[in-house]
């Protein structure tokens, strides 16, 4: 069992049944909460579960526990688009080769094909019986790789959105998946602590390799020869697909539980990341720690690589996706996050009350035009009843809710916080203890969020 550190010492399973995987958006939640403003890319809220990078570097995408794929601009460090379709967590992400799409899995079991600048899902698959935790797409675009809890994977065709296969050797819950270069092979690994090769075109299984403690974490070399594993004891291992021999990974220091592990486009450069929120940067070729990179608070889930290697962009716990510089083993900044001008009336900026609400604007909008994002526009909220903003995915807990949102109502939320005003929701865990400061926030957005 894994156990992630959370603030004031409390802990959580990240491969554990849904109550604990609940705790772990309130525990991840809270962590963004006490975010300093000057990450990256920030939008989601709470946690980070999942990344990509499209193949020529223009686009990146992320996967929420707040049920959203968000798109980014990775060059200038802005978000493109929210994208809602899934009815739990996110956990994973992959591009389309050329880019146009991108594919998703979630705690709801669906995968979901996105078209890009397309608002609404351009198809579901559904078949699993459990969380996917992973996905991956074929190098000609005509095939996704889905990997789940109900120990199976999958294979699906994209244009039509049949199932193609369903690959059921794991002996548990299987955790990553991955295809060959070519495309006529796919690598998956899983609970049972195995790293599988198989045929594609007839799901045949071809090779067993390993059998101990849990993989976590799955990614190939370029060349399709090796796939590095990453375990709960850990470690990373180094398998040769063709000759079933293993190789020590590097020995980065940490003997934490693997979360995440990737393997830069040429093939030089390894990265690791685990429970604590370390990441270490390491030489394929002899295995030498190149650098640590220190920043993330909290577990650290996803990783990715720009096709160059000359960036990689990391993402976990504390809601945060950080671009670092592989060759210097330094975080890229680009700038404090801001309240965006355009998200506030003229003349409000200087407000208290506007400098409160920077934590919110990541998700959420005061303007009439602003829309939706991780979280509903909260243009016109005082007087309108929880749950009632079109568009909006709500959980059911809030769909179903009687809430109407006055300057009590909401003094509430902030007072108590969210998972106890309204159990069940996507919402971080915000708070604001002192009575002064939430009076000037809620007078701000009455006045800010009034029609108009």
């Known amino acids: ?74 060059k200038a460090a802005a978000a493109l688009a929210l994208m809602h379709g899934h009815e739990a967590a996110v956990n994973a992400v992959a591009f389309t080769p050329d880019g146009s799409r991108v594919v998703s899995g979630g705690d709801d079991g669906k ?18 019986k459990g969380r996917v935790a992973a996905v991956a797409v074929a190098p000609d ?34 955790n990553a998946v991955a295809f060959t270069p070519d495309g006529a092979r796919l690598v998956s690994a899983g609970e049972d602590g195995t790293v599988r090769l198989w045929n594609r075109s007839d799901g045949r299984e071809i090779k067993v390799l390993g059998g101990g403690l849990p993989v976590n974490a799955l990614a190939l070399t370029p060349d399709g020869r090796r796939a590095v594993a990453g375990g709960i004891d850990g470690a990373v291992r ?57 920043g993330h608070r909290g577990p650290v889930w996803a990783l990715a690589f720009e096709p160059d290697g000359k960036r990689l962009l990391t993402a976990g716990g504390d809601g945060a996706i950080r671009l670092w510089d592989t060759a210097a083993g330094l975080e890229i900044r680009t700038g404090a996050a801001k309240l965006a001008a355009s998200d506030v009336p003229r003349g409000e900026q200087g407000e208290r009350g506007a400098e409160l609400f920077r934590r919110c604007s990541a998700c959420h909008t005061v303007t009439p035009d602003g829309g939706n994002r991780a979280g509903p526009t909260l243009y016109g909220v005082f007087g309108r009843r929880i749950g009632t903003v079109p568009g909006y995915p709500y959980s059911p ?31 971080p865990v915000q708070t604001i203890g002192n009575d002064a400061e939430r009076e000037e926030l809620i007078r701000w957005l009455e006045k800010v969020t009034a029609p108009r």
């Open 1 to 74: 069992m894994v156990t992630v550190p959370g603030q004031n010492g409390a802990t959580a399973v990240p491969f554990a049944p849904p109550t604990i995987r609940r705790f772990l958006i309130v525990a991840g939640a809270l962590l963004l909460a006490a975010m300093p403003a000057r990450a990256q890319l920030v939008g989601h809220g709470g946690m980070v579960k999942g990344l990509a990078v499209s193949a020529d570097g223009t686009r990146a995408a992320s996967a929420g526990f707040d049920y959203s794929v968000m798109l980014w601009d990775p």
């Open 238 to 294: 180094i398998w040769d697909l063709d000759a079933g021999t293993e190789t020590a990974g590097p020995v980065v220091g940490d003997p934490a539980p693997v979360l995440a592990v990737a393997v830069s486009a040429d093939g030089s450069t390894g990265a690791v990341s685990g429970v604590t929120g370390g990441i270490a940067l390491w030489s394929i070729d002899d295995g030498r720690v190149l650098h640590t990179l220190a």
């Open 141 to 174: 675009g005509r095939t996704a790789a889905s990997a789940a809890w109900d120990r199976t994977v999958r294979l699906w065709d994209l244009e039509s959105g049949a199932q193609l296969a369903e690959l059921t050797e794991h002996a548990g819950n299987v």
């Open 111 to 128: 995968v979901i094909l996105w078209r890009l600048g397309q608002g609404a899902p351009e198809r579901v698959m559904a078949g699993h």
């Open 397 to 427: 807990a809030l769909r179903d809710g009687n809430i109407v949102w006055t300057a009590e109502t909401v003094g509430d939320l902030f007072k108590r916080g969210p998972d106890v005003v309204t159990p069940g929701t996507k919402m």
